[in-house]
């Protein structure tokens, strides 16, 4: 309540929007805020482990909270079992699956080193390296105990040229690693089968996860084996009985699919929803095998999650109902049977991590993610929108203003923030985010855009963007802006776009292609495709023959397509943010850009944070972006 005392009152006040006063300060969001949205929680006995990020400094802290053999959290959990670590690989840049836990064996990779290491929590002395990191990075952890083993993808950096990978199977007792595949450009997910028989996912150059992968199989007394279909993109094995489970886009959506080792006896489960997002964290699957019937998971419907339990003898989804409007279903974890943890978001109140007993249909808080951010009266309901674009329906999350204290002017219309999320190929939910109730509660409409490319709806609708990156996501938020426009939603004069990454790149693309915005906020965007295609890391170094086209041979689309090239049409004020280490889109891209711009004439102020690198993780980076794009907007389109 930093910014102004609540003021309880039936009638309120006229002000013009973007000037309310808000009861969340800058401050406060980016000391207290924390996200879910990429880390995860996993069962162990009688135990709920779970990351999450510390908003001051970024690091990523490991907690357990009790939930006994009754399966009922109890008590305030044990927060940060490894104050000298923060638990995140670097594993293709973007990380995911550093830690596992399993009988009392906890695996994780420390950030700094990347050495991966094992614990038996609660025994003194237990803890110790297995492997060392140096050049290499381990990620997509997961232990078998019956052979005593913790799977890992391992990146070895070069000093020239690719890094490469590996799945390295390591005794949780320590010795020599074996090597159980190699060959492919990338990895995901292994996980063994009891009697040692390996799955997992693989992909190569061009491909991305999302577009052609195999599901293989390795292991004694088994040669490789691709078990899924060609063509298609297959993700997240695991093991179900002696069975194989994956989920598979050959119905057009990520459904279930169950198939035999050693037959070609199959059975699916078909629905016209996503089951799964893209692998970009190689996290472990996002759902759980129940039993050899029972699949526990959570699917998209109108981009709005579902969370239930899918039966392959019959197909059939049972929905679990949720005490809230449930708006974001993360990664729901294999746990013990009947039991798993999972990530939840809700358009109401903060994330948690809860315990879910798939057979009794409940759901119980593990954690929390801090207080409600906002008195009653405050929070913004979204709605979604729907528009037609260039290539047929597409859609936005709409938050109005929202205050408990002030109205518009009479006769005034609001700002409106367009929000263009990464990837491209993300999705963005309608979960209570402080970072966009940050801007509602100023009298600032926000309009989050799931543009032609985004996950959620089906590969159809992901398979727009083929080609056409820099022009389908663009067209799009224009006609999203003017459908808000004609419904009477926004000032036209007050239109404003910012985005991160693939987003930032959005974002610059709409200010030199288009007229309807009066400014543009980028966060480590990207400004020169040539330039990215050259010069970033091997995960996404081919990304761009499907986006926009094969390189070199037309380097023209390149050319066309790169906002840093057509600084001729740009005639509004631009901030851009950038992190000095930034391995995926290189500083000297927002450098350049702005030092043309400038020569150009128009505005444009450049923010460097040395430390940071793809995305900000310190509560000083977060703060600093808030409050200088709130001034950008305040004194921009007036």
């Not at 929108?385 to 936005?396: C, S, T």
């Not at 980076?621 to 409050?627: A, D």
């Amino acid at each position: 309540m930093s910014e102004a005392a609540v003021r309880l009152s039936d009638v309120k006040e006229k002000l013009a929007c973007g000037q309310w006063p808000s009861p969340l300060s800058a401050a406060e969001l980016a000391a207290g805020s924390v996200s879910l949205h990429y880390y995860y929680a996993l069962l162990d006995g009688d135990w709920c482990y779970f990351t999450t990020p510390d908003p001051i400094t970024g690091r990523v802290m490991l907690h357990r909270s009790w939930i006994g053999p009754q399966r009922v959290p109890t008590g305030e959990p044990e927060l940060d079992l490894y104050p000298e670590h923060s638990i995140l690989t670097k594993l293709y840049e973007y990380g995911g699956g550093a830690f596992a836990v399993a009988g009392g064996y906890l695996v994780f990779v420390d950030q700094q080193t990347q050495d991966l290491w094992v614990d038996r929590v609660g025994v003194p002395g237990a803890r110790k390296v297995l492997r060392k990191g140096g050049r290499h990075r381990y990620g997509s952890l997961s232990i078998n105990l019956a052979q005593g083993v913790v799977l890992a993808v391992c990146e070895t950096m070069p000093i020239i040229g690719e890094s490469e990978l590996t799945i390295i199977s390591v005794p949780l007792a320590g010795g020599e690693a074996t090597l159980v595949a190699s060959g492919a450009d990338f990895y995901a997910n292994p996980v063994m089968r009891d009697d040692g028989l390996v799955a997992w996912c693989e992909w190569d150059h061009p491909n991305m996860p999302w577009d052609s992968t195999r599901i293989c199989i390795a292991g004694p007394d088994h040669p490789y084996r691709v078990r899924s279909t060609p063509g298609y993109a297959s993700v997240f094995p695991a093991w179900m009985g002696d069975d194989l489970v994956f989920l598979s886009d050959t119905t057009g959506y990520w459904n279930f699919h169950r198939v035999s080792v050693d037959a070609e006896a199959n059975a699916r489960i078909d629905y016209p929803y996503d089951f799964c997002g893209p692998i970009w964290n190689v996290n472990q699957p996002p759902y759980t095998v129940i039993d050899a019937d029972h699949i526990g998971c959570w699917w998209l419907v109108d981009g709005m999650p579902r969370l239930g339990v899918a039966e392959f003898s019959t197909a059939h989804l049972d929905e679990i109902p949720t005490s809230a409007e449930l708006a974001f279903a993360g990664s729901v974890m294999a746990g013990a049977g009947r039991y798993s943890a999972a990530t939840l978001g809700f358009t109401d109140r903060p994330e948690q991590y809860v315990l879910i007993d798939w057979e009794a249909g409940t759901i119980s808080t593990c954690y929390e993610a801090g207080e409600p951010p906002l008195p009653p009266g405050y929070v913004s309901t979204p709605a979604q929108l729907a528009f037609q674009g260039a290539a047929g329906e597409a859609y936005a999350w709409y938050f109005p203003p929202t205050n408990a204290q002030y109205e518009p002017l009479d006769g005034e219309l609001p700002p409106v923030l367009v929000l263009t999320h990464g990837g491209p190929t993300a999705f963005s939910d309608c979960s209570l985010r402080p970072s966009i109730q940050f801007w509602t509660t100023r009298g600032i409409a926000v309009l989050d855009v799931n543009y032609s490319g985004s996950t959620g709806y089906g590969r159809a609708y992901r398979d727009r963007l083929q080609g056409q990156w820099g022009v389908l996501d663009v067209s799009d938020c224009v006609d999203a802006v003017r459908a808000l426009i004609d419904k009477g939603l926004a000032d036209p004069q007050r239109v404003f776009i910012k985005g991160g990454s693939a987003g930032g790149y959005t974002t610059l693309r709409a200010l030199t292609s288009s007229d309807v915005f009066a400014g543009g906020i980028s966060l480590y965007g990207v400004s020169d495709l040539e330039a990215l295609t050259c010069d970033t890391h091997k995960f996404e170094s081919r990304y761009l023959d499907g986006l926009v086209a094969p390189y070199p041979e037309r380097r023209d689309v390149y050319l066309e397509r790169s906002p840093i090239y057509h600084l001729d049409q740009l005639n509004c004020p631009m901030l851009v943010f950038q992190g000095g280490a930034d391995k995926i889109v290189p500083p000297d891209q927002a450098t350049t850009l702005v030092e043309a711009v400038r020569a150009k004439g128009l505005q444009a102020e450049l923010v460097i944070f040395p430390d940071e690198g793809h995305g900000f993780r310190t509560a000083a980076s977060n703060e600093t972006v808030l409050v200088k794009s709130l001034e950008f907007i305040n004194s921009t389109g007036q």
